[in-house]
């Protein structure tokens, strides 16, 4: 009863490492425990196997090998909801992230005025939100114009031209 104790013992422990390191042991080796053999579905089958085992060769006149065999099927049975409720997890999708390219035709106003060879920055709506990059324009802009998006130069700054009203 003892060694099915210490494999429950050991599964919640491994599972709380799988939970703290975050993947970096399946890191270590190469991605070799993916699926069926992730962390979190051997620690959930190693902790019900020791735990299942253990109750029912206490509560039971089962032998070592009976308690084995139920605990097997237990741990088998919760490997299988751990890797289905994780795959489910991994599946919840949010929407997507913004990209540079999505601010191409945003219109926005020039924060610092912009000169014709160099940076000024410009303050402009993102997913709703306003960010303030560096611009780029190939004339000067002064300081309130209205400007729209013509490229993504980079994750923090883009290129700008004044809109004519």
Do not use: C
């Not at 902790?47 to 097997?72: K, Q």
């Not at 990059?133 to 031209?161: H, K, M, Q």
């Amino acid at each position: 009863m003892e060694l099915f104790l210490g494999l429950g013992i050991a599964g919640i422990i491994l599972l709380s490492l799988s939970l703290v390191l975050d993947g970096v042991v399946e890191g270590l080796l190469g991605g070799t425990l993916d699926g069926w053999l992730s962390l979190p579905v051997i620690a959930g089958f190693t902790s019900m196997l020791g735990f299942t085992s253990s109750i029912v060769l206490g509560t039971t006149g089962f032998g070592t090998s009976a308690a084995a065999a139920v605990g097997a099927l237990a741990g088998a049975a919760a490997g299988w909801l751990t890797w289905k409720l994780s795959r489910a997890l991994m599946r919840d999708q949010t929407s997507l992230t913004p990209r540079g390219e999505d601010l191409i035709g945003t219109a926005g106003s020039v924060v610092t005025a912009i000169p014709a060879d160099g940076y000024g920055e410009v303050l402009l709506r993102l997913a709703g939100q306003p960010v303030k990059l560096a611009a780029r324009s190939s004339e000067p802009v002064r300081r309130g114009a209205e400007i729209w998006v013509e490229a993504a130069l980079s994750a923090t700054s883009v290129a700008v031209r004044p809109v004519d009203r």
